[in-house]
T-cell receptor
Framework: GEQVEQRPPHLSVPEGDSAVIICTYT??????FYWYKQEPGAGLQLLMS?????DRKEEQGLTVLLNKKDKQLSLNLTAAHPGDSAVYFC?????????FGKGTHLHVLP | DAAVTQKPRYLIKMKGQEAEMKCIPE?????VFWYQQKQSKELKFLIY????????QIDMVKERFSAVCPSSSLCSLGIRTCEAEDSALYLC?????????????FGKGTRLTVV
């Protein structure tokens, strides 16, 4: 079945720098892609969802790139600030399930 | 914005007690999913309903949980006898229909603590 690999598992960046998280998936038929943010003790906050006909989407300092040829999804936080410190999950919809990556712990250093 | 509602947000049970959490899917959504997440780690799929019928579930759910969707507007996930390992965030999600071309929406979750 579909597998999603997310890297890196931990990421520390100075405030103002960009942070990039990458996920690779296996099923080329995957149609929906998501990035979620989870702060300590909280639920999932949807950052962005993209359909497979989109290669690039930008919103509020976040850029999602979808490379269908390489089956790769990335999230770029430009000019990260301490409030961005959280766990980030990529996810894909495959058949009826949402398959999640294992998460990236992002720490933005003030 | 889509809204999947979960209640309660927090639940504390003693070992051996029964627990129940509820999910109100987004109106018009026919597919409902439950996930378990421990300590901000990866989410584990538990069970999937389509038109109120369970179509897929993991063995743990079959053995120790009770999950139903008595109506299209309400689903519940229960644990018959809580164990410490059940402490987790339980997330419900829904989508308009089955299939890969369908966006999925998540609720805020029920955080269960078993003491």
């Amino acid at each position: 079945g579909e597998q999603v690999e997310q890297r890196p598992p931990h990421l520390s960046v100075p405030e103002g720098d960009s942070a990039v998280i990458i996920c690779t998936y296996t099923d080329s038929a995957t149609a929906y892609f998501y990035w979620y943010k989870q702060e300590p003790g909280a639920g999932l906050q949807l950052l962005m969802s993209v359909f497979s006909n989109v290669d690039r989407k930008e919103e509020q300092g976040l850029t999602v790139l979808l490379n269908k040829k390489d089956k790769q999804l990335s999230l770029n936080l430009t000019a990260a600030h301490p409030g961005d410190s959280a766990v980030y999950f990529c996810a894909v919809t495959n058949a009826y399930k949402v398959i999640f990556g294992k998460g990236t712990h992002l720490h933005v250093l003030p | 914005d889509a809204a999947v509602t979960q209640k309660p947000r927090y639940l504390i049970k003693m070992k051996g007690q029964e627990a129940e959490m509820k999910c109100i899917p987004e109106k018009g959504h026919t597919a409902v999913f439950w996930y378990q997440q421990k300590q901000s780690k990866e989410l584990k799929f538990l069970i999937y309903f389509q038109n109120q019928q369970p179509l897929d579930q993991i063995d743990m759910v079959k053995e120790r949980f009770s999950a139903v969707c008595p109506s299209s507007s309400l689903c519940s996930l229960g644990i018959r006898t809580c164990e410490a390992e059940d402490s987790a965030l339980y997330l419900c999600s829904s989508s308009q229909r089955q299939g890969a071309n369908t966006e999925v929406f998540f609720g805020k979750g029920t955080r269960l603590t078993v003491v």
